[in-house]
């Protein structure tokens, strides 16, 4: 399971897909279509958006067709390679959005963000990367973001009288540390492959900076053996290799929240996870949230990286586009749309009030709304990341290519059973660059 998959807050909802009357659902049949996932809040948030705009818009009407995660992703892909998909096509960003692209299937937004600098101005800087290919715009950064997250048990610190990490070698200074308590160092759903890949994720970001990854995601030949990439694979291995995970963690799955659990139960000391798990850590771990025990960070810098340590990686939005194949009519209704219903003031304080942080700078304004003394730290903490972040990488399952994600993930794993050294990984990796 993709990191952006689970925090695009696409639960089951209805058994879809759900058309609204008339509409035809695709790009053929008159009337601008616009295709979303069901699974509430974002299901609601998105079905309000649409009411707002048609009711201010009688000649230009928004049809909608709702779906299923898995549906959607079948679907919208056979659709837009047919010339039947949406006029707005909704979407992760990223390597799907590349495939878009280089198939001449979405419009360049580069001048309509010309014209409307403002509403460019609005949204975080850092969440237009994943909506970049070859230095132009074809998608506008809407809905949430979900950064990757240290997260720490306050008690276990308290225990073995230490501080949280301030860097890389902090971190392996606390393994031993914890393991002699009894504490597991670090708690990991090894199994579902992606959780691992987020520690990968910084390491890269650290030590080498933006640009390591950046090379790969371009399709720079042997972009994988970069010096700075070897270098975060070995480190990482290290990692491992001293205890810093707790036994077993490559039979535990993220999906059964058995990693949160490790934390929150005190079997664990920290936990690198997404933004989305602390709702679940609040309603499942009776006080570890409401008590004050929870702690988050930034991950910490390397000694002697070059990574910029404001950066973040995991989820910098969600993303629309306008298919080419639509009418101008059409287009012309969709780009009203994003400018003006997408992440107007309705929409943000729609997300902010069901616990997320907008892709806005405007959700700031919001928090004051917040009564919970802990939701209103948490969210201007998750707020200051992703709104200060110079760079917001997208998870890499998410901004690769499918052939080269599955081929990611299957590497991942064996790096983290030990399987195979830096280099067997960058080897395996370099071979499908491009694919």
Not at 361 to 369: C, E, I, M, P, Q
């Amino acid at each position: 399971m993709s990191l952006a998959a689970v925090s695009a807050l696409a639960a089951c909802g209805t058994s879809g897909p759900k058309t609204t009357p008339g509409s035809t659902g695709g790009a053929a049949g008159g009337g601008a279509s616009y295709w979303f996932l069901t699974g509430q809040p974002g299901q609601g948030i998105r079905e309000g958006q649409v009411k707002r705009f048609n009711e201010a818009n009688s000649g230009s009407q928004l049809k909608t067709t709702e779906f299923q995660n898995d549906a959607f992703k079948q679907k919208i892909k056979t659709a837009i390679g047919a010339g039947q998909g949406p006029t707005l096509i909704w979407g992760w960003g990223g390597g799907g959005l590349k495939a878009y692209v280089d198939a001449g299937q979405v419009e360049d937004l580069t001048d309509f963000f010309g014209q409307n600098a403002a509403l460019k101005d609005s949204i975080f800087p850092s969440a237009f990367g994943a909506a970049t290919v070859g230095g132009k715009i074809y998608a506008m950064p809407v809905e949430t973001v979900a950064p990757i997250v240290l997260f720490y048990d306050k008690r276990a610190f308290e225990k073995i009288g230490a501080q949280p990490p301030q860097s890389w070698g902090d971190i392996m200074d606390l393994v031993p540390k914890f393991n002699g308590a009894g504490i597991a160092p670090f708690s990991l759903g090894g199994q579902s492959r992606w959780t691992n890949m987020m520690w990968l994720e910084f390491l890269f970001d650290r030590i080498g900076g933006s640009e390591v990854f950046g090379s790969i995601f371009e399709g720079k030949a042997n972009g994988w053996s970069d010096p700075s990439a070897l270098k975060a694979l070995d480190e990482m291995q290290k990692l491992i290799k001293a205890g810093g995970f707790i036994k077993g963690f490559s039979s535990i799955t993220a999906d059964s929240n058995a990693d949160q659990a490790l934390l929150f139960t005190g079997k664990a000391a920290m936990m690198l996870h997404g933004a989305w798990t602390y709702g679940n850590m609040k309603t499942s771990g009776k006080d570890f949230v409401t008590g004050g025990h929870l702690g988050y960070m930034n991950f910490p810098g390397v000694d002697g990286g070059k990574g910029d340590p404001s950066d973040t990686v995991g989820n910098p939005g969600q993303y629309l586009s306008i298919s080419s194949k639509a009418s101008d009519a059409d287009k012309e209704t969709a780009k009203k749309f994003l400018a003006n219903n997408t992440l107007d003031d309705a929409s943000v304080n729609e997300w902010v009030t069901t616990g997320n942080i907008a892709v806005a700078k405007s959700s700031k304004d919001k928090l004051a709304g917040i009564t919970d003394k802990n939701d209103a730290e948490w969210l201007k903490f998750v707020y200051d990341t992703s709104a200060n972040a110079k760079t917001f990488a997208q998870s890499w399952d998410q901004a690769l290519s499918p052939t080269q994600a599955e081929t990611l993930l299957d590497n991942i794993a064996k790096l983290f059973q030990l399987s195979i050294s830096p280099q067997q990984f960058a080897d395996s990796m370099n071979a499908v660059i491009g694919k």
